[in-house]
């Protein structure tokens, strides 16, 4: 009774084995896509979950060959010692290969991390020249040198400065001084300008 549970604790241990390294395959070691090195260390764990399955078929079939040759011959051929020595070297392999994959896995992610942050310094550095090396934005300077005798006008639809210097007589200059206007092509519909000498 205690050698078929012995047996069957191997069993078990070897199909949890197999079971973590493929959760660790899927959640923890799963490489970011386009890294060939990465791609690599996959290949690799899923060759040592398929190596941990056969030793599971193995084991299996040990006991089973174990179990034939009791009936037969009445006697122990393998012991609980053995077995437990068995699952310990087992174990001891697959801890082995983990702790490795994971070492690489985590150089590899070190490497990426290396070059996207030098990569986001180059930009951040591009950015930062491109913005000293601009012009600084001159404000406009208004004159008060136009006749303070004039019309109002107030903008309709379609109106440019120099269309409506044209509809009432005044000139672009005067009206852009008297009415302070910064941008002149930004004119508002309703909006209500000043013409220095307009009629």
């Not at 078929?4 to 970011?32: D, K, Y």
């Not at 392999?93 to 986001?120: F, G, P």
């Not at 639809?157 to 002149?184: F, Q, W």
């Amino acid at each position: 009774m205690a050698r078929r549970t012995a047996f069957r604790s191997l069993a078990g241990l070897s199909i949890a084995l197999a079971l973590s390294c493929g959760t660790l395959t899927g959640q923890g070691l799963n490489p970011p896509p386009g890294s060939l090195e990465l791609a690599n260390l996959r290949e690799d764990v899923r060759v040592l979950r398929q190596q941990v399955g056969d030793l599971s078929l193995r084991v299996e079939q040990l006991e089973r060959e174990n179990s034939a040759l009791q009936s037969k011959a009445g006697e122990t051929y393998v012991t609980l010692a053995q077995l437990n020595a068995a699952i310990a070297d087992l174990n001891k392999a697959m801890q082995a290969a983990l702790s490795d994959q994971k070492r690489e896995t985590l150089r590899q992610v070190s490497i990426q991390l290396e070059k996207l942050a030098r990569e986001t310094q180059a930009a951040i550095d591009a950015v930062a020249k491109g913005v000293a090396t601009r012009a600084p934005v001159s404000t406009p300077t208004f004159t008060d040198n136009y006749s303070k005798e004039g019309v109002s006008y107030t903008v309709q639809r379609g109106d440019t400065l120099s269309s409506i210097a044209h509809k009432t007589g005044g000139r672009v200059e005067d009206i852009i001084n008297a009415n302070k206007i910064t941008d002149p092509s930004r004119l508002q519909v309703g909006q209500t300008l000043f013409i220095p000498g307009g009629k």
